[in-house]
C-alpha cells in the first residue's frame, strides 16, 4: 500500500514514514498541500493511488485543510483515507477539519503505538497489537 | 540573542494576521511546572521515550544553542522560546531521525528538528489559551541557553537537564513590533 505523507517539516515527515513503513506503506513525501496534489495527480497516473495521506494542518503555499478540501473535491480521490496529523486541538478546528473529509485526526505529539492504532481503527493495518507484537 | 541565519522551513505566503497588540502575563496561564511537563511529554514522544528532564535551578550558564522561536497571535499574544545547547540539539535530531539511518545530521536537519519540537511544545501551549489563537511557522537561530524570555519581564521559563545538556523553554508577553516573526492565517 502507498501512503502520502503531508508536513513542511522534513523531520515530522520522516518520522510519520518511519511509522508507516513499519506496517508497510510505500511512502511519498511533500510538504505543503499544493506540492501533495501534484504527488497525488502522479501517484494516481502510476497507478499507485495512496490508500492514506498524513496532513498537517498549518503549513506554507498551501495548508492541511485546503488540501482536505481539495481532495474531497474530486472524485478520483474518494477512496483516499486522510488523516489529519497536528498540534491543532482546538475542538471547532478538528470539526473544520472532520466536516471538511477529514476520517481521523492526530494530535503531536504522538507516539507511534498511537498512529499505528488509528491507522487499525482505520481497517488500514492488521490490528494493532498484532502489528506491535 | 545573536541572529545568525539558519536554514529556514518556508515561510507562510498565505495571508497574514498580524500579532495583537494586548500584553498578557504567561504566568496567568501556564506555570513552570506545566511547562516542564509540556517539554518533558514532547522529549519523551519525539526524542526520547526513557528520558529524565531535571530541572535546573539556580544561575544558568550561557552555552551556543540552537534557538527556536514560535509566536501565537489572539487574544492572548505570547512568543515561545525553546533553546537546545548545540551539541543537545544535534543528538536531538540524530534521535528524532532514528540513529544513524539518516547519517549526520545536517545544519538543516537541526534547524528543522528544534523547529518541529517548538511548533509541537507551541501547539501545546496554544490549547490552553483563548480559543481562535493562531500559531506561526518556527523561526530557528543561533543563540543561547538562557535567551528565553530575555526582553520581557513577564516571562515563564524552565530551564531542563537532559542528561549533560541544557535545554530552557520561555514563554514571554508579545509585545507591539517585537517579533519579526509572521502569523499564518491558519491554526496550526
Known amino acids: 500500500m502507498h501512503a502520502l505523507v503531508i508536513d513542511d517539516s522534513r523531520t515530522m515527515r520522516r518520522i510519520v514514514s518511519s511509522v508507516l513503513a513499519r506496517v508497510g506503506f510505500t511512502c511519498v513525501e511533500a510538504e505543503h498541500g499544493e506540492e501533495a496534489l501534484a504527488k497525488l495527480e502522479d501517484m494516481t497516473a502510476a497507478g499507485t493511488l495512496p490508500a492514506i495521506a498524513t496532513i498537517d494542518w498549518n503549513m506554507p503555499v498551501m495548508n492541511g485543510l485546503t488540501f482536505v478540501t481539495r481532495v474531497r473535491a474530486d472524485t478520483r480521490w474518494r477512496d483516499v483515507t486522510l488523516m489529519m496529523v497536528t498540534t491543532e486541538s482546538e475542538h471547532g478546528q478538528i470539526v473544520r477539519a472532520l466536516a471538511a473529509g477529514a476520517h481521523e485526526y492526530v494530535l503531536k505529539p504522538f507516539t507511534a503505538e498511537d498512529m499505528i492504532s488509528k491507522l487499525s481503527m482505520l481497517g488500514l493495518v492488521e490490528t494493532s497489537a498484532e502489528v506491535m507484537a | ?188
Open chain 2, 1 to 188: 540573542m545573536t541572529a545568525v541565519p539558519f536554514p529556514q522551513r518556508t515561510q507562510p505566503i498565505e495571508e497574514s494576521a498580524p500579532i495583537g497588540q494586548a500584553v498578557v502575563d504567561p504566568s496567568s496561564f501556564v506555570d513552570v511546572d506545566t511547562l516542564v511537563e509540556l517539554l518533558t511529554v514532547t522529549w519523551a514522544t519525539f526524542v526520547d521515550p526513557e528520558c529524565y528532564l531535571a530541572p535546573v535551578d539556580g544561575l544558568i550558564e550561557r552555552r551556543p544553542a540552537v534557538v527556536a522561536e514560535i509566536a501565537i497571535a489572539g487574544d492572548a499574544p505570547v512568543r515561545i522560546t525553546l533553546s537546545v545547547e548545540q551539541a543537545g540539539a544535534v543528538l536531538v535530531t540524530e534521535m528524532m531521525l532514528g540513529e544513524g539511518a539518516y547519517g549526520a545530521p545536517t545544519q538543516l536537519d537541526v534547524s528543522d528538528a528544534i523547529g518541529e519540537l517548538s511548533n509541537v511544545l507551541g501547539g501545546n501551549i496554544k490549547a490552553l489559551l483563548p480559543d481562535g489563537s493562531t500559531l506561526t511557522l518556527p523561526n530557528v537561530t543561533a543563540g543561547s541557553t538562557g535567551t528565553a524570555g530575555d526582553n520581557d519581564g513577564t516571562a515563564v521559563t524552565a530551564t531542563v537537564a537532559w542528561g549533560p545538556y541544557l535545554v530552557m523553554a520561555g514563554i514571554s508577553a508579545e509585545v507591539a513590533g517585537q517579533l519579526p516573526l509572521t502569523a499564518s492565517g491558519a491554526a496550526r
